[in-house]
């Protein structure tokens, strides 16, 4: 058989796809998705889901394998994201109070040593909680001047 130049020259061109190709990006894409939904209390999905989902719209607009696993991505990212939002809604008020501890920790430990005064919500979550607000006071108190000192 002849060489004539054109078909050598024509394979030499063009890249073929590999039988893989995608695969690994599939793959990633479901393996964030499924970090992102065990991490979804700790916000970890704001991080990972939306990295799983453009992962697997890179895999599915390019039509290239591994096209189940790019669903299966999304759609655990997508949970995740939408478990961080429930989970920071439902308790949104208990973030807010910790926020405030928080920030405002100097005044509440002197009104504490000062005149006794537990913070409401404190008193409220011991309640609600099964927890001594004293305790916890202390506990605070000592957890803050620790953190402080070091």
């Given at each position: 058989?002849?060489?004539?130049?054109?078909?050598s020259q024509g394979m030499m061109g063009q890249q073929q796809p590999s039988?893989?190709?995608?695969?690994?990006?599939?793959?990633?894409?479901?393996?964030?998705?499924?970090?992102?939904?065990?991490?979804?209390?700790?916000?970890?999905?704001?991080?990972?889901?939306?990295?799983?989902?453009?992962?697997?719209?890179?895999?599915?607009?390019?039509?290239?394998?591994?096209?189940?696993?790019?669903?299966?991505?999304?759609?655990?990212?997508?949970?995740?994201?939408?478990?961080?939002?429930?989970?920071?809604?439902?308790?949104?008020?208990?973030?807010?109070?910790?926020?405030?501890?928080?920030?405002?920790?100097?005044?509440?430990?002197?009104?504490?040593?000062?005149?006794?005064?537990?913070?409401?919500?404190?008193?409220?979550?011991?309640?609600?909680?099964?927890?001594?607000?004293?305790?916890?006071?202390?506990?605070?108190?000592?957890?803050?001047?620790?953190?402080?000192?070091?």
């Open positions: 058989m002849q060489d004539n130049g054109y078909y039988a893989t190709s995608g695969k690994g990006m599939s793959i990633a894409a479901l393996i964030l998705g499924i970090l992102g939904l065990a991490l979804f209390c700790a916000c970890g999905s704001f991080v990972l889901g939306p990295i799983a989902i453009i992962l697997a719209i890179v895999v599915l607009a390019t039509k290239r394998n591994g096209k189940s696993m790019a669903i299966a991505g999304i759609i655990t990212g997508g949970l995740g994201i939408i478990l961080s939002l429930v989970m920071l809604i439902s308790f949104k008020d208990e973030i807010n109070d910790f926020i405030y501890l928080s920030q405002n920790s100097q005044e509440i430990i002197k009104e504490y040593e000062e005149e006794g005064k537990i913070p409401d919500f404190v008193l409220e979550y011991g309640e609600k909680y099964g927890f001594d607000a004293d305790e916890f006071m202390q506990q605070f108190i000592e957890g803050y001047r620790t953190g402080v000192a070091n």
